[in-house]
């Protein structure tokens, strides 16, 4: 009886060697931001491929089955801003409150500070219509009896300056002419800040006019100059006196002039000294500027 051939048996059947994995691909190194230990190598244990626009699959297709393909996961990925509230909406709605906010601040820093430096500073001072009548010249009058029937006045109403003049002759009795002559003139600045002009043109007008002296005053307004000239050399017959008193309180301005010319027509032969005439004016400045303020 035949026997049916048998499979060969394991011993005698070669080893079969099992199937190798596919080897993975090399991927180059990649830089990292971390320094140590190689600032070109990602750190010990963790590698991921940088992903690129050519790794990402179609919508809809799978994942291919490289694992270096995916994409990185850094940690959870922060939810997407909404519509019309992100960041960018924040940082122009703050921008326009800064904005407003700066622009109070400067209104109230003109209005609190620039206003008042900017307005005109008058003291309560004003202008009259006739400085003739309303200036006091008293302590002229004991030496200068006779008034002047037509003094010369003038004034000038502006959104820039008041100003109010009056020029007069000095009469002593019997006088058939003027004897001297006084001036005074108010000045309300109200746009410009006269102190600085002020100060050049007196406080220098000794450099400006030759044989003039001045000298400062102190106790009348802000500051206070007096120039001052005689010609005369102590003789009556010829040469002049001359003095001014130039004031400055706050943005108003104030002067009063004393003048007179001796010759040999001249019916006055004795002026009063030059001391007297500059203690009149400190004294008529004083009070008529007292007048003047409201």
Not at 78 to 96: D, K, N, S, T, Y
């Amino acid at each position: 009886m035949s026997t049916p051939p048998q499979p060969p048996q394991p011993a005698d059947q070669p080893a079969q060697q099992p199937p190798r994995p596919p080897q993975q691909p090399t991927v180059p190194p990649q830089p990292t931001a971390y320094p140590y230990p190689n600032p070109q190598s990602p750190p010990p244990g963790t590698f991921h491929a940088q992903p690129t626009l050519a790794a990402q699959p179609a919508p809809g297709q799978p994942q291919p089955g490289n694992p270096y393909a995916q994409a990185p996961q850094y940690g959870p990925v922060p939810p997407a801003r909404p519509a019309g509230g992100g960041g960018a909406g924040r940082a122009v709605l703050w921008a326009a409150v800064g904005a407003v906010v700066a622009s109070a601040a400067w209104a109230a820093g003109v209005l609190l500070i620039g206003g008042r430096s900017d307005s005109a500073d008058l003291r309560g001072y004003s202008a009259p219509s006739n400085m003739c009548s309303s200036a006091d010249y008293s302590s002229f009058k004991d030496e200068y009896t006779e008034n002047d029937s037509s003094p010369t006045r003038t004034s000038l109403k502006d959104k820039a300056l008041d100003e109010s003049y009056c020029s007069l002759g000095l009469k002593k009795s019997g006088s058939s002419y003027a004897d001297a002559y006084l001036t005074m003139q108010l000045d309300l600045h109200k746009k410009t800040d006269p102190a600085p002009e002020f100060t050049a043109t007196w406080k220098n007008y000794g450099d400006s006019h030759t044989g003039y002296d001045v000298d400062p005053v102190e106790g009348i307004g802000d500051e206070a100059y007096l120039v001052s000239q005689d010609t005369t050399n102590g003789s009556s017959s010829s040469g002049s006196r001359y003095a001014t008193l130039a004031v400055r309180d706050g943005w108003v301005t104030y002067t009063m002039s004393y003048s007179v010319y001796l010759t040999s027509y001249d019916e006055d032969k004795d002026p009063p000294a030059l001391t007297d005439v500059t203690d009149w004016l400190k004294t008529d400045a004083k009070a008529t500027l007292r007048q003047l303020k409201d």
